[in-house]
């Protein structure tokens, strides 16, 4: 049996590049015998690795070579520039690693493969402006789910009134646990529907509660300024308003019923917009404040079953009536 | 208007290295793995199982709560059986299956009884996963049934699993790398009985934190 060994060998012993710098590498082949290769294939790839299921992508496949290797070492430079992310990223749920692997399909043998890990940060290149004028215009970010709320909303009705039925026949019948079965489902609705039209209620003494993030797209380092504004259609107590950016690793792990999320909360920074106050109707509220992504922050990524997301939660604590909460990414670009 | 923030960070600014060199590893060994590479993980002993899985006719069930490596000793099985088709059954699924002389079917559970009966007519032999013992239903579909109980693993076997991820993530194979005792696997033993999944996620913290190579 022929030995064919293959492996990688970068131009830089620390393994670090930064985002604009060329990648230069050299695929070595050693075999000892003439071998027959389909291909030999040098993938550049980053997957991610830790709590949740490995999601991966390919960024380049390249082949180097077909056809019969005679005895002897061969060797293959190739230069990858690195142009994009994502960033080499260590987090508690999440870790995001880049990779070369070269692997020479030999017919009726096992595949001699071989990979080496690398490292891309950031670095100090000015890089390409990647905010458009969308960006940098006030305007929500978000999808307003507002309009489709009346639509949703049957998903919870169908729950309470199936719940009713189920607890309806339980309590005819005298039959404790029919009776329990349907309260939980009708409960389960109940919450549901709560929750659906909190910011509804909410709305009906605040008025439209109008938000706006300008630019709507950062980068770790820069700096945001939050518009709020609202006028009050009846008198209300407002306990405080507040805003949350909060930056979390979800990572989900397992399928099907084994499904779990693993939350990690990497940084949060809750600022303080208003104390207790009586507004008074038709009285306009606005509150303007400032927020910076930290220059350490990672930036926004989303894969499968692997995401790193910010967000900023605005909440307005109404006295004695359902609160209005919400919730706007942040995208986080390189 | 003055606006007062409270601030909570766990960010670090600390320049990036390869991922756990500081360990010698690749990965935190405890982490989610793809199937293939779990397959290389498993320390299973399968006997004379793929010999009695040619017969055909037989039905081999693994059964055992969540955690205890029902998957990872069929994964282990098919692996003496790659051209057979292996599914993994999820909650709500409806997979087709083909008429085959062996099929591999995990968390055969989630299928209805319908569903399985139907499953049975079109396989020779049949190697599944599940919670609850099924020879019965298997018996009458005409199966000779062999159980394997996952039951009580001991310290030395579970010791085993747990330092062939470890080794499995090994970066360079002329260093050292931590080593779990016997020791930290019983009282992972008191915390978490046999559920190996759960001792999994505890290890996964430990190495996380782990700052240098040292037994575990």
Same mark, same amino acid.
Request: net charge negative; aromatic share 4%; proline share 8%.
């Given at each position: 049996m022929s030995k064919c060994d293959v492996r990688i060998e970068l131009d830089?012993?620390?393994q670090i590049y930064s985002l604009g710098d060329k990648l230069n590498c050299e695929v070595h082949v050693s075999v000892d015998k003439p071998v027959e290769c389909n291909k030999l294939v040098l993938r550049r790839s980053w997957y991610t690795h830790g709590r949740g299921n490995v999601d991966s992508q390919d960024l380049q496949v390249i082949t180097l070579f077909k056809g019969e290797w005679q005895p002897g070492e061969y060797r293959y430079p190739v230069a990858f520039d690195?142009?994009?992310?994502p960033l080499t990223y260590r987090g508690h749920n999440i870790n995001v690693d880049w990779q070369l692997e070269v692997r020479a399909d030999i017919p009726w043998s096992i595949d001699p493969r071989s990979s080496v890990d690398f490292i891309v940060e950031r670095g100090d290149a000015e890089l %390409?402006?990647?905010?458009? &004028?969308e960006d940098t215009?006030? /305007?929500?970010?978000?999808?307003?789910m507002d309009k489709y709320r009346p639509y949703l909303l049957i998903v919870p009705l169908i729950f309470m009134s199936i719940g009713a039925g189920i607890g309806f026949f339980g309590w005819s019948d005298n039959d404790p646990f029919t009776l329990i079965f349907g309260s939980i489902f009708f409960l389960a609705g109940l919450i549901a529907g709560f929750f659906m039209i909190r910011n509804s209620l909410a709305q009906r003494k605040l008025g439209k509660v109008n938000v706006r993030i300008t630019p709507n797209r950062l980068r770790p380092g820069e700096e945001a300024v939050v518009y709020l504004d609202f006028t009050p259609r009846s008198p209300i107590d407002l306990k405080h308003i507040t805003a949350k950016l909060y930056a979390a690793e979800k990572a989900v792990s397992g399928s099907g019923t084994n499904r779990t999320t693993h939350t990690h909360t990497l940084y949060s920074e809750t600022y303080e917009l208003s104390g207790p106050m009586t507004l008074a109707e038709g009285m306009p509220v606005q509150r303007k404040f400032r927020f910076t992504i930290p220059p350490e922050g990672p930036c926004t990524f989303i894969a499968a079953d692997n995401r790193i997301e910010w967000k900023l939660e605005i909440h307005i604590d109404i006295d004695n009536w359902p609160d209005w909460v919400k919730d706007e990414t942040i995208p986080v670009v390189l | 208007m003055s606006v007062s923030s409270t601030v909570h960070s766990t960010l670090h600014t600390a320049s990036l290295r390869l991922a756990f060199a500081h360990l010698n590893l690749?990965?935190? %060994?405890?982490g989610e793995l793809p199937r293939h590479q779990r397959l290389l993980t498993a320390v299973v002993e399968l006997d004379d199982l793929p010999r009695q899985l040619h017969i055909a006719g037989t039905a081999i069930q693994f059964v055992?709560?969540? /955690?205890?490596g029902k998957s990872t000793h069929l994964i282990a099985l098919h692996r003496c059986f790659p051209d057979s088709p292996y599914t993994q059954i999820h909650h709500r699924d409806k997979p087709r299956f083909l008429s085959t002389n062996i099929q591999f079917v995990d968390s055969? &559970?989630?299928?209805s009884r319908f569903a399985r009966n139907r499953l049975y007519k079109r396989s020779g032999s049949i190697a599944l996963t599940t919670h609850r013992d099924l020879s019965m239903e298997l018996t009458r579909a005409g199966y000779r049934v062999i159980s394997r109980e996952i039951a009580q693993l001991s310290t030395d076997r579970i010791s085993a699993i747990l330092n062939a991820r470890i080794r499995h993530a090994?970066?360079?194979?002329?260093l050292p790398i931590p080593v779990i005792s016997n020791a930290t696997v019983k009282s992972l033993q008191d915390a978490c009985g046999s559920n190996i999944r759960e001792m999994e996620y505890r290890l996964y913290d430990i190495f996380q934190d782990l700052r240098e190579i040292s037994d575990v």
């Open positions: 830089r012993n620390s690195i142009d994009s992310g %390409p402006t990647q905010l458009d &004028e215009a006030p /305007g929500q970010n978000a999808i307003d | 690749r990965f935190n %060994p405890f055992a709560d969540h /955690g205890r055969i &559970e989630n299928l090994r970066r360079n194979d002329a």
